[in-house]
């Protein structure tokens, strides 16, 4: 049976998982159809989702299609939870965005599109709610043209629109189509215009979606099932399969859960061969036997295509992939990382270990939440993309493990950024080194989003490879808080001296501590180096930078733009029109929540706000700091005191 990897995707509350409830229940899966409103649809099972009636963990459900077994992936619509529908995007064969006809576009739905046309996902379009009172389908295909594509094709008409009986009725204008057609194909253009065969229409079209060229627009109501019935016919005719390669077994993690026994459960995308129970696997650095396999679709092997529940992956990752060859671990990221933070508390404070503990398996499922302990402050920060996603974790932690929590104010994550080389070197057992190590090390700036590289220029076999190991590690972890306490995301880091004691010991005594180097020394000696090193290089706290753009009436204009210049915002020069103006720039990723609340009263509620990190830039005014978890490298006389050498 041929697979699709089918993806929903909408703005909050245009109503995808209603019309993923309408679809299983077309299928036969379900009896019955769930209602967001009521909290019983198939898909949604957190708690939180079910009270806010929004989608926030994506959820796979199967159905056929005649001989098609379609995979549904539900995914998420708010923009805190972007990074599940990059993990769903990653999967899909194709997908359906669907547009409420009341609301219309939603600078959510931009976003969704951009990256769906980015990726080059055949995408279907279905506008939703046609029995709502207000709603508009010709406007909203108009709306489609302007802000998402201009290349889509009206797959049929809308009747009785904003009333229980509205409806959709197939029809395809044949000129329209030609011309959507025509605009995106050269050679398809110039056999139209020396008056050659096109070929069938209906094929053309479905080699333009399936390229993801053109959009066909469906309309209807997902609570009524008006319109749905030619949406599956859409799905089935236009949408690519699967590939069905046999070899070699290469599939995808694009999700992680725990079963109730606390045992990870890995869902799996295979895109290529095939995967059964007792299988051995290798994924990241690891190698295992998969214990037990549920396959969507209902078979018992997974085949290229299919999508698995794989147990018996211990330490496997969102992101790993699943092959029988050595694979290094990636992160591949279509979406920036979160740029906010804040701390996280127990209420009560004999959960704090558990706290740790249910925090650490919310990371592993998802790995852009990234969690920093300060042990000197007893405090867990979690990272977030915005203030909804405290909402989750506050939910998720409360009803899966017990854990009342609170949070504290919500801050921006700074990087630092090497403003130039710097150079330190501490010998052997010479004041003030009280370690029985020699280190040098000279750190140079490296250009953004090129890592932290580590290098010798000292001999390999200068001393034992366990102590430039260690060396490495503990620059690595070092370099997690610079001078001001932020990241340092991109440096090079040279090893220029090295040194150390031999294991030795008195006469016929036993190997003795206090006469030989440990890997303890040259880890307790390095962030005192390489801090001083940084010290000298000197570095430029960075803050992210958020590119927005706004749509607004052209009367609201002059009190935006004072609004967006208090935010430190700068905009460019504002494209004006009669009724609604656009205006684009960069403003700190900071002042984008202020902004947000503050657009509806400035715009009289019609005002529309896209942003998405950018870069980051240079600090203007007061430098931010952020408190150090560590013994603080920076004050040699308390960071001694703290690590040491003890023998």
């Known amino acids: 049976m041929k697979v699709l990897n089918l993806g929903i995707l909408a703005h909050v509350d245009a109503g995808k998982t209603s019309l993923t409830e309408r679809l299983l229940y077309a299928a036969g899966v379900i009896d019955e159809v769930g209602s967001v409103d009521d909290g019983n649809t198939q898909t949604d099972s957190l708690a939180l989702e079910r009270q806010r009636g929004i989608t926030i963990k994506s959820a796979v459900a199967s159905f056929a299609i005649g001989d098609l077994m379609v995979n549904l992936i539900d995914t998420p619509g708010h923009p805190d939870f972007i990074a599940e529908v990059e993990r769903a995007l990653s999967v899909l064969d194709g997908a359906v965005l669907v547009i409420s006809a009341v609301e219309g576009v939603q600078a959510q739905t931009r976003v969704i599109m951009r990256t769906l046309q980015r990726l080059r996902i055949p995408t279907l379009i279905f506008v939703n709610k046609l029995d709502r009172a207000g709603a508009q389908y010709d406007a909203v295909l108009e709306q489609i043209r302007a802000k998402l594509t201009p290349a889509i094709v009206p797959m049929g008409e809308a009747v009785l629109q904003g009333t229980p009986n509205a409806g959709f009725k ?33 094929r053309l079209l479905r080699k333009q979606t399936q390229q993801a060229r053109v959009h066909p627009v469906y309309t209807g109501s997902a609570i009524t099932g008006a319109g749905t019935e030619a949406l599956t016919d859409g799905i089935r005719e236009l949408l690519p399969r699967a590939g069905t390669a046999t070899t070699p077994l290469d599939g995808q ?11 990870k459960i890995a869902y799996v995308r295979l895109n290529t061969g095939a995967l059964h129970v007792r299988d051995k696997v290798r994924y990241g650095d690891h190698d295992a036997k998969v214990t037990a396999l549920h396959v969507f679709g209902g078979t018992t ?35 920036a990382p979160p740029t906010l933070e804040t701390v996280v508390a127990p209420r009560k404070q004999s959960d704090k270990g558990n706290l740790r503990v249910a925090l ?14 300060d042990d000197l402050r007893q405090e867990t920060y979690v990272s977030l993309y915005g203030e909804v996603q405290k909402e989750v974790i506050e939910t998720t ?11 504290r104010e919500t801050t921006t994550i700074c990087i630092e950024r090497l403003r130039g080389s710097g150079a330190a070197v501490e010998f052997n057992k010479k004041d003030p080194n009280p370690f029985l190590a020699t280190i040098g090390l000279r750190v140079d700036a490296a250009p953004p989003g090129a890592g932290v590289t580590f290098g010798l220029e000292v001999e390999l076999g200068s001393m034992p490879y366990a102590f430039i190991k260690a060396v490495e590690e503990t620059v690595r972890e070092t370099l997690q808080q610079g001078i001001h306490g932020w990241q340092i995301p991109d440096a090079t880091v040279m090893m220029t001296h090295s040194g150390y004691w031999a294991r030795q010991s008195h006469a016929h005594a036993v190997f003795d501590k206090s006469m030989s180097s440990t890997a303890g020394d ?17 570095t430029t706290v960075h803050e992210p930078m958020h590119r927005f753009q706004l749509e607004i009436p052209t009367d609201t204009t002059r009190a935006v733009l004072a609004t967006l210049a208090r935010l430190r915002a700068v905009p460019q020069v504002p494209a004006l029109a009669a009724e609604t103006s656009t205006l684009e720039g960069e403003i700190p990723a900071a002042a984008v929540y202020e902004l947000d609340q503050q657009l509806p009263a400035l715009t009289r509620g019609e005002g529309v706000l896209e942003s998405a990190f950018e870069r980051y830039q240079p600090v203007t005014g007061p430098v931010p700091s952020r408190p150090r978890t560590d013994h603080d490298p920076l004050n040699r006389r308390e960071y001694l005191l703290h690590v040491q050498r003890r023998v």
């Open 360 to 373: 650490t398996q919310l990371a592993e499922q998802d790995p852009l939440i990234n969690l920093r302990q």
């Open 522 to 538: 040259f880890r307790n000696l390095t962030p005192l180096v390489l801090m001083t090193a940084i010290q000298r290089a000197g």
């Open 253 to 263: 993690v694009f999700k992680v859960e725990r079963g109730r026994a606390g045992e």
């Open 301 to 335: 092997t997974a085949q290229a295509g299919q999508i698995a529940k794989v147990w018996g992956l211990p330490d496997v990752q969102i992101g790993d992939r699943i092959t029988d060859e050595p694979v290094p671990r990636t992160t591949t990221a279509y979406f």
């Open 397 to 407: 932690l409360a009803t899966e493990f017990g854990i009342e929590v609170e949070f």
């Open 170 to 202: 197939p029809i395809v204008q044949t000129d329209t189509l030609l011309e959507v057609l025509t605009e995106q194909d050269d050679e398809l253009l110039r056999r139209y215009v020396d008056g050659e065969q096109l070929g069938r229409l209906d």
